[in-house]
């Protein structure tokens, strides 16, 4: 499983700005972008009843997982189970596709399936849902604008429109949502081994401090 660094920053609209005119000068945006410069991100994210996976990020405990449900630009077609693994300050994603009746039937409570297909990362949320009883807990939806560069395999976000729902809303694209209570524009960095120079200075990265912000923690001020 490959790991990679991560830094986070939240900045202001302004800076925002800057950033995404810095960037598009070196960098290339992502082409599931390109239609409208942004793309919206709905996800399911899945806690236990003693909210761990909560807990553990608010704690800043080393080792850490939380596994969410994920589909873009509002279309139904295209859903990913994605498992957000943290180790010793390096994180990955693996990943699997779902299909719109399969995700119905978790968030029916309908899993017994699950483990009957090839699909490692479904089981092991199965597993979980099962032996720690793992359950929807909220919707996190935001906009994105990301930016891709070869070099280092990095991939620079900026975050915005933060919004929470109640996990029944999570298949309806239109369905009611809530904004953050704080207002924040956040910018993510990602990358393999290295992050380039010239991506430093496009997102003035030196200048900036970096923060432990949580979308699913912000998110469950409601719930």
């Keep these: ?7 986070k920053h939240i900045i202001s609209p302004g800076d925002a700005a800057a950033i995404r005119n ?60 994605e498992c957000k693994m943290k180790r010793d300050g390096v994180g990955c994603k693996p990943q699997e596709r779902l299909m719109l009746d ?36 909220t919707v996190v939806e935001y906009k994105r604008v990301p930016f891709i560069y070869g070099p280092g395999n990095v991939r620079v976000t900026i975050d915005w429109a933060i919004r929470t729902g109640p996990p029944r809303e999570f298949l309806n694209p239109d369905g009611l949502t809530l904004p953050i209570e704080d207002d924040v524009t956040l910018l993510e960095v990602k990358w393999d081994e290295y ?7 496009a997102a003035a990265l030196r200048s900036r401090t970096p923060t432990a912000f949580s979308k699913y923690a912000a998110c469950r001020v409601y719930g």
């Excluded at 499983?1 to 830094?7: A, F, G, K, L, N």
């Excluded at 991100?41 to 996976?53: G, K, Q, W």
């Design 22 to 81: 810095n960037l598009s000068a070196v960098a290339k945006i992502d082409p599931h972008a390109a239609e409208k410069g942004y793309y919206r991100i709905r996800s399911l994210y899945f806690d236990d009843p003693a909210d761990t996976a909560l807990h553990e990020k608010l704690d800043g405990v080393n080792e850490r997982r939380k596994f969410r449900i994920r589909y873009y630009n509002d279309d139904l077609s295209y859903i990913m189970l």
């Design 195 to 201: 992050l380039p120079g010239v991506i430093r200075r």
């Design 102 to 137: 399969e995700v119905k039937k978790i968030m029916a409570g309908d899993i017994g399936w699950m483990i009957t297909g090839k699909k490692p990362l479904l089981t092991a949320l199965y597993v979980d849902m099962k032996t720690r009883r793992l359950a929807p807990k």
């Design 1 to 7: 499983m490959d790991y990679r660094h991560e830094i």
